[in-house]
T-cell receptor
Framework: SQQGEEDPQALSIQEGENATMNCSYK?????LQWYRQNSGRGLVHLIL?????REKHSGRLRVTLDTSKKSSSLLITASRAADTASYFC????????????FGPGTSLSVIP | SAVISQKPSRDICQRGTSLTIQCQVD?????MFWYRQQPGQSLTLIAT?????????ESGFVIDKFPISRPNLTFSTLTVSNMSPEDSSIYLC?????????FGQGTRLTVV
């Protein structure tokens, strides 16, 4: 089962531009996490934001969480070609500790 | 953190046969999770494996097709039974850390 939606499904930008990806979910959560997956490779954990947090930063990443709208966004600033990957949001459900449900993902292409 | 060893890393199997995937964690964990990632798709949770009890399956997944064993707190197996080409996917086991989920390197299964 999947928790929600991500948009856009695919995003193509020029190097140096900012990339914004959005994630919506359906049920109450303990936290929301973002992961990156390069083509054919494993998942890399980027950032976790708890349900009582509204914004979090990590390097060039900025994540927001709006629990009233059940949505989150991931902003990558000053994108690089190496940021080309699929990005997934994943939610830990309030009713089921530890279980993490992934969204469908956004495929990001950063053109040099 | 947790280190997860998963094997086999890949296999090509004949339709109608079964494959058992092993997952070993370097620390004791209460719950282990099995995911499937179909080509070009996100991760879909198959089931949660608790030591000492039957696995809990997500909607769309049944025990007869994906039997799971969890004999102790560091090990689990997932069997993909009576395989068809539609079962061609990457199968991943996962455990939950404090701030992120940890994943095995995955088993790339091709059914011919």
């Amino acid at each position: 089962s999947q928790q929600g939606e991500e948009d856009p499904q695919a995003l193509s930008i020029q190097e140096g531009e900012n990339a914004t990806m959005n994630c919506s979910y359906k049920t109450s959560i303990n936290n929301l996490q973002w992961y990156r997956q390069n083509s054919g490779r494993g998942l890399v954990h980027l950032i976790l934001i708890r349900s009582n947090e509204r914004e979090k930063h990590s390097g060039r990443l900025r994540v927001t969480l709006d629990t009233s709208k059940k949505s989150s966004s991931l902003l990558i600033t000053a994108s690089r070609a190496a940021d080309t990957a699929s990005y997934f949001c994943a939610t830990e459900l309030k009713t089921s500790y530890d279980k993490v449900i992934f969204g469908p993902g956004t495929s990001l292409s950063v053109i040099p | 953190s947790a280190v997860i060893s998963q094997k086999p890393s890949r296999d090509i199997c004949q339709r109608g046969t079964s494959l058992t995937i092993q997952c070993q964690v370097d620390s004791q964990v209460t719950m282990m999770f099995w995911y499937r990632q179909q080509p070009g798709q996100s991760l879909t949770l198959i089931a949660t494996a608790n030591q000492g009890s039957e696995a809990t399956y997500e909607s769309g997944f049944v025990i007869d097709k994906f039997p799971i064993s969890r004999p102790n707190l560091t090990f689990s197996t997932l069997t993909v039974s009576n395989m068809s080409p539609e079962d061609s996917s990457i199968y991943l086991c996962s455990v939950r850390g404090r701030t992120e989920a940890f994943f095995g390197q995955g088993t790339r299964l091709t059914v011919v």
